[in-house]
């Protein structure tokens, strides 16, 4: 089983300790990736759209990009781990997430995300970390990630782990060792059921995909769908 981890912070504080209590029933059964964020991502996206329209390895940030999306497709699990800063991710995530813009379900998803299943892990102070997983949730549900799980904590109390009392402590970590014993016993071999939404979506991108093809023949998302085989018969979230 691969797991890869964007942390958003490279602080080792209450996202890395949850975090961590998260992966720790994990660790001996799978092969663990992680980037920490802003030191492993890209820089800020500049808007220069050549991802969007001729080939995403002309983005002056390709490598960093292109090394973290290599480790989420091979990824059977995926986990994000945030702190809400101002009700929303941190901005080195969404630096992250703006550079797969380009993966968003109208341009060019690619079909190893359909079937695969994630984990959000955020955490606030008091309010704001439904948001900060939403801005998460909204990229991979985009992707094509059709199972997404959220786990989100207010701490209430404390913000720097060591203070946060140890009941509090426990009962956060509890939450997510037992959600990681239901993962560490799936069969991954297996991919999960796409749901309803995901597929929806999909539906839609595709007459857009079809008519965008009529007036262009070679615009590059068209080009993608057309030969992936979705303007046709093709699904991603079926095993050919
Ligand atoms: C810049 C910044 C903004 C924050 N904004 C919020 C917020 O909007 N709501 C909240 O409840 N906590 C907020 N917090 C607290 C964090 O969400 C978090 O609980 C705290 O930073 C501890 O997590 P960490 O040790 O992983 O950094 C903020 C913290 C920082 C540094």
């Given at each position: 089983m691969k797991i890869t981890v964007i942390n958003a912070t490279e602080k080792k504080g209450v996202t890395y300790h949850l975090k961590e209590s998260f992966l720790a029933p994990l660790k001996e059964k799978a092969e663990i990736t992680e980037f920490y964020l802003p030191k492993d991502g890209p820089e800020f996206?500049?808007?220069?759209?050549q991802c969007f329209s001729k080939d995403q390895n002309l983005c002056k940030d390709a490598a960093k990009v292109q090394a973290i999306e290599k480790a989420l497709l091979e990824a059977d699990l995926l986990v994000f781990a945030s702190p809400a800063y101002v009700f929303h991710t941190t901005g080195a995530m969404k630096a992250l997430l703006d550079h797969f813009g380009y993966r968003w379900m109208p341009h060019r998803p690619a079909k190893e995300m359909f079937g695969k299943r994630a984990v959000i892990i955020t955490q606030c102070l008091g309010a704001g970390g439904k948001s900060t997983a939403k801005d998460i949730k909204d990229s991979l549900s985009w992707w094509g990630v059709s199972s997404i799980k959220t786990y989100t904590f207010k701490l209430?109390?404390?913000?720097r782990w060591d203070l946060i009392p140890e009941k509090k402590r426990a009962a956060m970590c509890a939450v997510l060792t037992n959600a990681a014993a239901k993962f560490a016993s799936i069969d991954y071999s297996k991919k999960t059921g796409t749901n309803p939404i995901v597929k929806a979506k999909f539906m839609a991108v595709r007459m857009l995909q079809t008519d965008l093809g009529k007036a262009n023949p070679e615009y590059t998302d068209f080009k993608y769908w057309k030969e992936n085989g979705w303007i046709g018969k093709v699904r991603p979230w079926k095993r050919t």
């Open positions: 996206c500049v808007g220069c759209l209430m109390s404390e913000v």
